[in-house]
């Protein structure tokens, strides 16, 4: 099993910053693409960034130029830094963790507001 724990969630104005932070535990030597999605009240949940082991990333169109995904191995952790943040951008963030027979496992998700 995988443990994924997700942190830097919160409240932010339009314009604003926030980075997300997400540890990986347990059998980490199994998982190959980390990312992040998002689901907004009411929507689906979606892709937002990905990150291989190798470091090729993946983003949604929305979020191009905006957010950027990073990830260190050795500390088995991927972040998400995120920036000129719009409402639209409110969800609960959800770390995800993909491993190479493409078995999922997910973090609870924390929960990014971004409001005046």
């Known amino acids: 099993q995988v443990q994924l724990v997700e942190s830097g969630g919160g409240l932010v104005q339009p314009g604003g910053s926030l980075r997300l932070s997400c540890e990986a535990s347990?059998?980490?030597?199994?998982?190959?693409?980390m990312g992040w999605y998002r689901q907004a009240p009411g929507k689906e949940r979606e892709l937002v960034a990905a990150i291989t082991r190798g470091g090729d990333t993946n983003y949604a169109d929305s979020v191009k130029g905006r957010f950027t995904i990073s990830r260190d191995n050795t500390k088995n952790t991927v972040w998400l830094q995120m920036n000129s943040l719009k409402p639209e951008d409110t969800a609960v963030y959800y770390c995800?963790?993909?491993?190479?027979?493409?078995?999922?496992?997910w973090g609870k998700g924390t929960l990014v507001t971004v409001s005046s």
């Open positions: 995800n963790g993909r491993d190479f027979v493409a078995v999922d496992y």
């Open positions: 347990g059998r980490i030597f199994s998982i190959n693409s």
